[in-house]
């Protein structure tokens, strides 16, 4: 069993740059993959970026590439997602997940956090 839970939304200005975070809770938080995912009211949610259990292999949504990076820290049990050039489409409330083996850019992840919301104003 993980427990996650994400922190540094808030609201920005279109070009802004903001850095999310996740901790998780769990021993085995190094054997997970982890992903970054994001929704609005009235749509489905939307896989953004993923990075494998040793963070040699990373995924990002082509909306967000070039624009995103998502890194995490095994030894503090943290992912983070540095989101930089903030775009109004951007604004969502951020979630992020886990799973056990293969990175995959869906929404195959057992666990889930209770978000944190991003507004970008233009």
């Known amino acids: 069993q993980v427990r996650l839970v994400e922190s540094g939304g808030g609201l920005v200005q279109a070009g802004d740059s903001l850095r999310l975070s996740c901790a998780a809770s769990g021993r085995t938080f190094s054997y997970y993959a982890m992903g970054w995912f994001r929704q609005v009211p009235g749509k489905e949610r939307e896989f953004v970026s993923a990075?494998?259990?040793?963070?040699?292999?990373?995924l990002y949504a082509e909306s967000v590439k070039g624009r995103f990076t998502i890194s995490r820290d095994n030894a503090k049990n943290t992912v983070s997602l540095q989101m930089s050039s903030l775009k109004p489409e951007d604004t969502a409330v951020y979630y992020c997940a886990a799973r056990q083996g293969t990175v995959v850019p869906d929404n195959r992840y057992a666990h889930w956090g209770q978000g944190t919301q991003v507004t970008v104003s233009s």
């Open positions: 990075i494998s259990a040793g963070g040699g292999s990373t």
